[in-house]
């Protein structure tokens, strides 16, 4: 990757609906050699696709929530149940696995508090392999971004 590449993931990220033309003028390039250079980030798997970004409050889930999960055991079948039933819940929008006291962090959206906790009674709590659940509610944003900068 040169400047070039790092110049039109920048610009992509910033608005994924551009045309070939417009992202061509930004980077300056001729519009051929952009778009050859698009594909073959593609290609790469560094431009993993495109998609649209939603307003979580305007579609009516403004509290957002963030949860960790501790584990009863980590054997492999235990690990598998839980996340397998982690991935099939719709109000799980981010699953990450962590080192430290805590094995899950998941970020959960919700209409309101009841919402959350009728998703935690009659979901998480009933996922086999849960010892301890912990719950943080997020009452602000400092910064939200989808650009990642190459280095």
Request: one cysteine or more.
């Amino acid at each position: 990757m040169d400047s070039k590449d790092h110049q039109i993931l920048v610009e992509l990220q910033s608005n994924g609906r551009l045309t070939n033309q417009q992202l061509s003028e930004r980077v300056h390039l001729s519009p051929s050699p952009c778009l050859r250079r698009v594909r073959l980030l593609e290609e790469a798997g560094i431009i993993r696709g495109y998609s649209a970004l939603v307003d979580q409050k305007a579609l009516g889930l403004p509290v957002t929530v963030f949860i960790r999960i501790k584990l009863e055991r980590h054997d492999n079948t235990t690990v598998s149940q839980v996340e397998t039933a982690f991935k099939s819940e719709p109000e799980i929008i981010d699953c990450w696995l962590m080192t430290g006291r805590w094995d899950y962090q998941l970020r959960v959206l919700a209409t309101d508090l009841e919402a959350y906790e009728k998703f935690v009674r009659d979901h998480l709590q009933s996922i086999p392999g849960i010892a301890a659940i912990d719950t943080s509610f997020a009452y602000g944003r400092v910064k939200q971004s989808q650009v990642i900068l190459p280095r």
